[in-house]
């Protein structure tokens, strides 16, 4: 590791974690990342909710086998109603959201069919234990710059009708990400968060890369990823 201190990991004291990303933000990949995360250095259950009801490929739901292998809930359809894009899960998410037992994380599109959604399970009604992070990649649109990442927050602030707590830098090229992407979002984050004056929550950044982080450079906690969130033809199956 070419920085002098060992990197620091996530540490969460709310319960309930909103994370919202849009399409192509890696949210999903964060949301699973981190269900695994918590449940194995917390020791505490862990809830996860699939709210994404666009992105036809990369749901929290395509990763339920190997969730509920580690014991973590996964609230998601299930049967024939596993590709279902209506908010048929609004009850039991609720029902989580009230449970108040350990850590319930809310994978949420960005798009208005998600905030509306996560906007209908009035959480902040429920509870004030809450973190809603944004999760910020500098290589895709609707977070590619100051600019449009302020636009972006504050339209999902109006239609979820919750405010949030802190940002999740994620720039990355899928496999090619390297340590000079992993940077170039962290300094696009640093600078919303003190635009904002919300905190940097994490970095994310692939497991085999974490020795390449500087932690003099990037000074704040790292998540490391394993993908978990594969297209249909890289699983194998149709």
């Not at 292998?69 to 359809?77: C, K, M, N, S």
């Not at 048929?88 to 069919?113: F, H, M, T």
């Not at 990442?149 to 109006?158: F, K, N, P, Q, W």
């Amino acid at each position: 590791m070419s920085g002098s201190r060992k990197p620091i990991y996530p540490s969460f004291s709310r319960q309930v974690i909103i994370i919202v990303g849009g399409f192509g933000s890696g949210k999903t990949e964060i949301s699973v990342n981190l269900a695994k995360f918590l449940t194995t250095s917390q020791k505490k259950p862990v809830t996860i909710v699939d709210l994404d009801l666009v992105n036809p490929y990369f749901r929290s739901r395509e990763a339920v086998n190997e969730l509920e292998r580690l014991g973590i809930r996964v609230i998601a359809p299930h049967g024939e109603q596993f590709h279902a894009d209506l908010p048929i899960l609004l009850p039991e998410v609720k029902g989580a959201i009230e449970d108040r037992n350990g850590y319930l994380i809310l994978d949420v599109g960005g798009d208005s069919q998600g905030t509306k959604a996560l906007g209908s399970l009035t959480v902040a009604d429920k509870t004030d234990d809450y973190d809603m992070l944004i999760v910020v990649n500098s290589r895709r649109p609707a977070t590619a710059d100051i600019a449009t990442s302020l636009a972006t927050m504050r339209r999902i602030e109006d239609t979820s009708r919750l405010k949030f707590t802190g940002l999740i830098s994620n720039s990355h090229l899928i496999d090619e990400t390297d340590y000079e992407v992993i940077r170039e979002g962290y300094e696009l984050v640093k600078e919303l968060g003190k635009i904002t004056n919300l905190p940097v929550q994490f970095v994310s950044a692939r497991k085999d890369i974490l020795h390449e982080i500087d932690t003099n450079e990037i000074k704040c906690p790292v998540l490391p990823l394993a993908r978990s969130m594969l297209k249909p033809w890289e699983r194998g199956t149709d």
